[in-house]
């Protein structure tokens, strides 16, 4: 790319739907781990049914902040309840935009007093590490990147056990030495003599632990969890079935992030480079606008809005929130295929001319910010990101924001399945296809991750 900046990008080529649209990337990469070590639906139901592992060490960014001031950048960046935040405790990071858009989401751990970790999607760490820096604030930043970006090893492994057996499993491997630990707290522990952390979450709705440590003792941690875990039916999570998991759980892994309009986050586009995502990322899916903020969804639609501090007037987006609060227009659902028309599109995939476009199992993304047009009568009443098989459900779903008035389960919608627009190797020449759907809740399944 030979722009010096996002901002420089934009300029030269018209604007953001272009850039991201004649992006050459695609889909967010799961390096390292193996696609599948049973199979991607045995491995889907090892989290609902059993016990799943996942090792979650190579693909996601680490920003660690150290110092008397790095609370306070968190509570710039993040609308959550950040007044009090003690060592010991994880916290969902949520960014909005000025105007009140979704940037993006993570987890940060206080590690230490005032040493905490920021995880998850590079897009998360890169607004916060921008803010860091930016701030003036008396802090130390590092960086841990996704091993895409970098070679070597990581810092530390994580691994995540979940699944209706994953406590009982845990209580075992950890030889008594596991502790009660309050959800999205942190914990330590032994395994095998190896002193090990653990958050207490969830994930697609089962309870569940995110274990860490340094790298050097990745490999006897693994080796307890596989021997214990043999007792427990445990499998080890492909990276095939791992990013399906939002499909049950309702996350929006990767929204397109609300920085690519706007003079409020200009300075932030002049400050991202290659290989910044946000520089690199496509957009991809049938929706065909070309202004930038039909893209966009806002905290509120995806659900965020009780984990909101409206008692804060100190972080970034709070003014626009609250405006969106009460004139809220979107709600998160999920959308089920009609079983004929998904295989007609799979048929027609293969077999016609102009095909459709393939549809890949058990994940069908083929872009880094995945964007569909939802339709009622021919009218956008909505938009899709994730589509996949989620063999729990036995469904064919799709993750959707969609107009208040047709987010009642049962509603009968159409998904438009396509590109118009074809500029990246990950895709073929198709034709748009209509899918009926209908709207049923999300997540899918009821969260029992509070509960042992």
């Not at 027609?348 to 069908?364: E, G, I, K, Q, T």
């Not at 020449?429 to 042992?452: C, G, H, M, S």
Request: glycine share 8%; proline share 6%; charged share 25%.
């Amino acid at each position: 790319m030979k722009y010096g900046n996002l901002e420089a990008a934009l300029k030269a080529v018209g604007g953001p739907v272009q850039l991201l649209r004649n992006s050459q990337s695609g889909p967010y990469v799961f390096p390292v781990v193996a696609p599948e070590y049973t199979n991607w639906r045995d491995e889907q139901r090892a989290w609902k049914e059993g016990v799943a592992v996942l090792d979650l060490s190579f693909h996601m960014t680490d920003l660690y902040l150290r110092g008397p001031d790095a609370l306070k950048v968190l509570q710039k960046v993040g609308l959550t309840k950040m007044v009090t935040f003690p060592v010991n405790r994880g916290k969902q990071l949520i960014a909005s935009s000025p105007d009140g858009y979704l940037i993006g989401d993570g987890i940060v751990f206080h590690l230490e007093q005032d040493y905490f970790r920021v995880v998850g999607p590079p897009v998360i760490c890169d607004w916060t590490q921008y803010h860091a820096e930016t701030s003036g604030y008396d802090i130390q930043i590092d960086r841990d990147e996704t091993i895409t970006f970098r070679g070597g090893e990581p810092r530390i492994y994580i691994y995540q056990v979940q699944g209706p057996h994953a406590l009982e499993m845990m209580k075992e491997v950890t030889e008594g030495t596991l502790p009660e630990i309050s959800f999205f707290g942190i914990g330590d522990f032994e395994i095998r003599g190896k002193k090990v952390r653990a958050l207490r979450h969830g994930m697609a709705g089962t309870a569940g632990f995110e274990m860490f440590g340094p790298w050097e003792d990745q490999a006897v941690i693994m080796d307890a969890l596989e021997e214990v875990g043999a007792k427990y039916n445990m499998r080890k999570i492909g990276s095939l079935a791992y990013p399906t998991t939002t499909l049950e759980s309702s996350w929006m892994p990767l929204p397109v992030p609300a920085i690519y309009h706007g003079e409020e986050t200009k300075a932030f586009r002049e400050w991202l480079t290659i290989p910044h995502i946000e520089v690199l990322g496509s957009v991809g899916g049938s929706l065909a606008s070309t202004n930038i903020e039909d893209y966009y969804m806002d905290p509120i639609e995806v659900g965020y809005t009780n984990l909101i501090d409206t008692k804060r007037d100190d972080f970034i987006g709070c003014e626009a929130l609250k405006g969106r609060i009460a004139n809220q227009r979107r709600k998160k659902v999920t959308l089920v295929w009609n079983h004929d028309d998904l295989m007609k599109v799979i048929h027609d995939s293969l077999f016609a001319d102009p095909p459709a476009r393939f549809v890949n199992f058990p994940l069908a993304t083929y872009s880094t910010f995945h964007v569909d047009d939802v339709q009622k009568n021919g009218k956008s009443v909505g938009i899709a990101q994730y589509s996949g098989f989620t063999a729990n459900a036995g469904e064919f779903v799709s993750l959707s924001i969609v107009d208040l008035e047709h987010a009642e389960p049962g509603t009968e919608l159409t998904l438009i399945w396509g590109e118009q627009e074809m500029r990246r190797p990950t895709i073929e020449r198709n034709t748009l296809r209509e899918v009926r759907v209908t709207v049923a809740p999300a997540p899918y399944f009821e969260k029992v991750i509070k509960k042992d």
